[in-house]
């Protein structure tokens, strides 16, 4: 099983990147795909999540309005669109599947990508 994030990189405040995360070793359509982040010094908090079919999707609330959270079952990939960056928005970005059956849950994390908004 692998999730593999790529996209991050340094931007300027009010610039915007696009992260991808590609899915393997596992049935991606079955599972609700999420970005988290963490800052330094930080907890990781739940940035956006995104169920199987795209149907329900959620925000926190410091990026509604500038982050856009998509997903290509086809491609086994799960984006996040990123504008009007802030510096507050620094952070490792680390993708999350996950599926609940049952009582039973399964987590898969990736190793993250490092997002720096600076000037």
């Known amino acids: 099983v692998q999730l593999v994030e790529s996209g991050g990189g340094l931007v300027q405040p009010g610039g915007s990147l696009r992260l991808s995360c590609t899915a393997s070793g596992f049935t991606f359509s079955n599972y609700r795909m999420s970005w988290y982040r963490q800052a330094p010094g930080k907890e990781r908090e739940l940035v956006a999540n995104i169920s199987r079919g795209s149907y329900t999707i959620n925000y926190v609330d410091s990026v509604k309005g500038r982050f856009t959270i998509s997903r290509d079952n086809a491609k086994n990939t799960v984006y996040l669109q990123m504008n009007s960056l802030k510096p507050e928005d620094t952070a490792v970005y680390y993708c999350?599947?996950?599926?609940?059956?049952?009582?039973?849950?399964?987590?898969?994390w990736g190793k993250g990508t490092l997002v720096t908004v600076s000037s």
């Open positions: 999350h599947a996950e599926r609940i059956t049952g009582l039973r849950g399964t987590h898969y």
